[in-house]
Every structure is written in C-alpha cells, then in structure tokens.
Nanobody
Framework: QVQLIESGGGLVQAGGSLRLSCAVSGGTFRSYAMGWFRQAPGKEREFVASISWNGGSLYYADSVKGRFTISRDNSKDTVFLQMDSLKSEDTAVYYC??????????????????WGQGTQVTVSS
C-alpha cells in the first residue's frame, strides 16, 4: 500500500520560509509524478506545484510562482516544497500527492492517485 507522509508545516510570520517534505513508501517512487496541493478553510483544494518523475518538468500555480520551489530526491523517495516570502493567503493545509505517470505531472486533483494526510501551514501577518 502506497503511503505519503508530509512534514515540515508550522506557524511562520509573513515573509518567512518553510520547507515541506513528503516521504513515499510502499510503491515505486520513480513511477510517480508528484504534486503539492493546498486547501484553506471553506475553499476547494487547489494546485500548488508539481514535478515529473525525473524532475525534468516543473509546474506552478501563478499565485506561488517565484516564491515556491518543488524538488525531489529519487534516492530518498521524497519530494520537497520550499516556500519563501510566505503570505497570509498561503495559510492552508498542504497535501502531497502521487500520480502514476512517467510522462508529465498533473495540475488537477483528479489526476492524482495517492494522497497524504496533510500538514498545516499558518502564516501570521
């Protein structure tokens, strides 16, 4: 059974940084494109960033472009989300997701096959 475990969330002041990690077990990490999504209270889950299986293709939501960086380490079965210049509107539960794909990386919820439990990120203004 594939499991995704996020870590690294917390409380940070506006302008600060956090680095999220997502460790994947029970599957073949190199077979997955990986994505990060977030969901704020009362809102739908939204795309943040994604990365293809080999890291060759990266995609970002316009709202985080230039501030967030997605990366992966296939030797450690882990994907990361470096979040800089955080804003209060970045406050949400952040979810890691895996898509069975060696072609590209999806940008919609329905494209992903496995999900983590989420980690809370709170940015105080």
């Amino acid at each position: 059974q594939v499991q995704l475990i996020e870590s690294g969330g917390g409380l940070v002041q506006a302008g600060g940084s956090l680095r999220l990690s997502c460790a994947v077990s029970g599957g073949t990490f190199r077979s997955y494109a990986m994505g990060w999504f977030r969901q704020a209270p009362g809102k739908e889950r939204e795309f943040v960033a994604s990365i293809s299986w080999n890291g060759g293709s990266l995609y970002y939501a316009d709202s985080v472009k230039g501030r967030f960086t997605i990366s992966r380490d296939n030797s450690k079965d882990t994907v990361f989300l470096q979040m800089d210049s955080l804003k209060s509107e970045d406050t949400a539960v952040y979810y890691c997701a895996a898509e069975i794909s060696t072609v590209a990386a999806g940008m919609t919820v329905r494209e992903y096959d496995y999900w983590g439990q989420g980690t809370q990120v709170t940015v105080s203004s």
